[in-house]
């Protein structure tokens, strides 16, 4: 499965972003796709996944009530609408297609897209 992310972008604080990321090759066993971002000097963290067969929601608890993930019905495309951006939120944001569980964990997603630069200013 190959990802390609992209929406990133500089925005003022309480801003909007919408992020993409479109999987090719994709296979029947990558039905959760989400988002993690990684700041400068921070680990990467799991920001919000979703379950394509289910259209169960998961979100870290930072960004749940302004983050909102979707996809659409061909389980091909993710996306991460962001409102009310805050400075915390300024970070590379990493699709990922998840191969096992906990969607939290790194661990369980089988591949990585490249990073999309989200750049929030005051």
């Known amino acids: 499965v190959q990802l390609q992310a992209c929406g990133g972008g500089l925005v003022q604080t309480g801003g909007s972003l919408r992020l993409s990321c479109a999987a090719s090759?994709?296979?029947?066993?990558?039905?959760?796709m989400g988002w993690f971002r990684q700041a400068p000097g921070k680990e990467r963290e799991f920001v919000a996944a979703?379950?394509?067969?289910?259209?169960?929601?998961y979100y870290a608890d930072s960004v749940k009530g302004r983050f909102t993930i979707s996809g659409d019905n061909a389980k091909t495309t993710v996306y991460l609408q962001m409102n009310n951006l805050k400075l915390e939120d300024a970070a590379v944001y990493y699709c990922a297609a998840y191969g096992s569980i906990p969607y939290t964990e790194k661990r369980a997603v089988s591949n990585w897209g490249q990073g999309t630069l989200v750049t929030v200013s005051s």
């Open positions: 090759g994709r296979t029947s066993s990558s039905d959760v």
């Open positions: 979703i379950n394509f067969s289910s259209r169960n929601a």
